[in-house]
Every structure is written in structure tokens, then in C-alpha cells.
């Protein structure tokens, strides 16, 4: 049982947008909360970073967000290539320790 | 940005001892803090530890499900980071990840392609 709740899938059709979200508590979620891409197969791949920051080569077609004890991943412009499983991460204050969300397995239609 | 590199990966049987090693280029990592995160075959992320910079007084930390049983140390003038694990369970069987925290960052920038650790008899 992960720390940090994340649907386990979610799809749409390509062209379309779809929104990941990850619930956490406020030992948690308070924190800045990052989010991971893993195509099949290879490592993960930082996506967001500080809630809403994208790494250099990042497309703006992918955002982060955060209200409450809740982050959100949105994904525009969905394509077959954004297939993947995808992760949110940040550090629990309460357990002194880093955490993930269950991951959630992304399909384009 | 910092390139990594796992080795020392292997089969291990339960209660044995391995060590990984995580060779860093690139200029930054003496700055950064190293994490190490599994995944066991078909599973989740999951973190695992990890140690911070020499200015952070190299302070470490670690999932409860390893404390006690592995260690991360680095050695910044081999641009090395290192996790011993000790008294291995099958349960620890999974790809281990080493992957950089840069200062000033809260994301795990930059990863390594990872190396297996099978415990078992």
C-alpha cells in the first residue's frame, strides 16, 4: 500500500488530454511533489519537478499542479509515444523518508 | 547534467551481502545528494534511501523496510556513491536505480539504467 494514491490506469485518445492524480496527507504533500515517466522497459525520467516545473526539454504539453493533499500530472495533446507508467514522488516529514505513488499506467487509445 | 552508472548487481542468497557502486560524471555531483530506488519485476517505485552532500554533513536516511540492514556512503573524489546491503531477503530482489537529487531541485533528475540484485537460494 503506497503512501501516495494514484489511480492504477488511465487513457484517452490521441490528441486528447488526461489528468493523473496522486493523494497524499499533509506529512506529505505539504512537501514538493515531483512526477516520473517510465516508457516500457527503461529507467524512469523526471517530468516535473517543485509541483509545476519542467525540466529543460520537457514539451509544455506536460503540467504539474497541487491543491490540498492532492497533485495533479495533465497531459495534452496525447500521443502513442506518451504511453508509460507514470509516478509521483516527494518526502514524507512524518516517516523521514521518500516516497512514490503506486504508479499509473498510462494508455493512448 | 550528471550521467550514472550502476554495477555490482547479481544473484545472492538470502541473508548475503552485495555492494552497488553508481559512478557519476559530470561536474555536479559533489553538489547533489544520490538516491537509491528498486523496482521489483512488474511492480512500483520504490525508494529506498538516500545520502546528501557534504554540505548537508552527508546525512542519510532510509525506507523502513532496509533500515538496519543496508548503508549508502559516496565518495566524492571518485565521484562514487555506494549501497551495501546486508542480511539480503528474496524480498529485496528487484532492478536498484541510482538516480540525483541537484541542489536547489526537488526532482530525481538524472538516473541510471539500473542493475538487477536477485536474492535467492
Known sequence: ?109 | EVQLVESGGGLVQPGGSLKLSCAASGLTFSGSGVHWVRQASGKGLEWVGRIRSKTNSYATAYAASVKGRFTISRDDSKNTAYLQMNSLKTEDTAVYYCTDLPKGSSGLTSWGQGTLVTVSS
Do not use: M
Request: net charge neutral; charged share 10%; with cysteine.
Open chain 1, 1 to 109: 500500500q503506497s503512501v501516495l494514491t494514484q489511480p492504477p490506469s488511465v487513457s484517452a485518445a490521441p490528441g486528447q488530454k488526461v489528468t493523473i492524480s496522486c493523494s497524499g496527507s499533509s506529512s506529505n504533500i505539504n512537501n514538493y511533489v515531483s512526477w516520473y515517466q517510465q516508457l516500457p522497459g527503461t529507467a524512469p525520467k523526471l517530468l516535473i519537478y517543485d509541483n509545476n516545473k519542467r525540466p529543460s526539454g520537457i514539451p509544455d504539453r506536460f503540467s504539474g499542479s497541487k491543491s490540498g493533499t492532492s497533485a495533479t500530472l495533465g497531459i495534452t495533446g496525447l500521443q502513442t509515444g506518451d504511453e508509460a507508467d507514470y509516478y509521483c514522488g516527494t518526502w514524507d516529514n512524518s516517516l523521514s523518508a521518500g516516497v512514490f505513488g503506486g504508479g499509473t499506467k498510462l494508455t493512448v487509445l
